[in-house]
């Protein structure tokens, strides 16, 4: 069943955030974005979804100014993927809907995140319980859990065996 | 392009979520629900989606254990749907994803949402200021804010111009 993108009869804030991003795959893309991965191939072999669907969530969290385009490499053109500080706000969101998810998983979860300043593990509204603030995603350490697959078969996953600060670019070739 | 519900490549507990709530429609049934709606033709009536996409959302919602059926009415028999203490979970997750959608509206929010204790509004992570605790959908109170369309044209919008209890049924009729 065809069902439109936009829920043109629902006024509120939540219809309109999900008409953004609440597409298939979108907010895993995002996920993705606060786990430092920037680039297309590396979304593709994270995510494991058609292309063509990858370029059109690309397009379209651009267009919508959740992510930003810089370019890496002039010739030929290269260009990664980048949250924009609307982007970089949805990290409440993410962080409630992992914490959610919790509740659906056998093996506790893949990733533990934490409070960089303090090492800190988050509450589970995403705040600090020792320095009672809520944390910024800049903010935020995370680390493999009990859920962690142990041996990846793709480049991120591997690199996310390792901690790794939300937000700085994942794969060492992304650093230059 | 078809894409399946679940997103097998991804172990994580977001994804996890997403393959329960992550379906079109789905968040906003289950916002009507924190909003005190019940039954079918209250969501029908709100939402304004065809009559098959809200039976499959309500069933699947149901068999993943976020909505539970209760019988109010034997003959004929009917049926309302509430949501267990797994969906009364979600809260955060709506909540989060109201206060970005913010970001994307000109008119300020349709509902703004209270500590039913103190009167104080809730904070950007569903937090009262005032009492510094973290409140649970129970304790909720919304009332209608500057977005709140002035004419309503269906019962549950109506309801809601006068401020109401999270979860608490919602129109007179289901108060029996």
């Given amino acids: 069943m065809a069902l439109g993108k936009d829920y043109a009869t629902q006024a509120c804030c939540i219809a309109r955030a999900l008409e953004v991003v609440g597409e298939r795959w979108s907010l895993l893309v995002v996920r993705d974005a606060f786990y430092g991965v ?25 267009q919508a100014g959740v992510l930003e385009k810089h370019s890496y490499q002039e010739s030929p053109p290269r ?12 990290w409440p ?7 959610w998810g919790q509740n659906l998983i056998d093996n506790g979860p893949v990733y533990i995140f934490s409070h960089l300043d303090c090492g800190t593990d988050l509450g589970e509204y ?11 995603a800049q903010d935020v350490q995370m680390r493999p859990g009990p ?5 990846p078969d793709n480049p991120v996953s591997r ?13 060492n070739d992304q650093q230059a």
């Fill in 38 to 62: 920037r680039r297309y191939n590396d979304f593709l072999g994270h995510l494991g979804i058609p292309r063509a669907v990858l370029a059109t969530r690309l397009q379209s969290l651009t």
């Fill in 79 to 90: 260009e990664e993927y980048l949250l924009t500080e609307l982007g970089r706000e949805l």
């Fill in 93 to 99: 969101t993410l962080r409630a809907l992992s914490v």
């Fill in 126 to 136: 995403g705040e600090c319980p020792r320095c009672a603030i809520a944390v910024p």
């Fill in 147 to 151: 859920g962690t697959p142990g041996n």
């Fill in 159 to 171: 690199a996310l065996l390792s901690p790794h600060r939300l937000l700085e670019p994942l794969l």
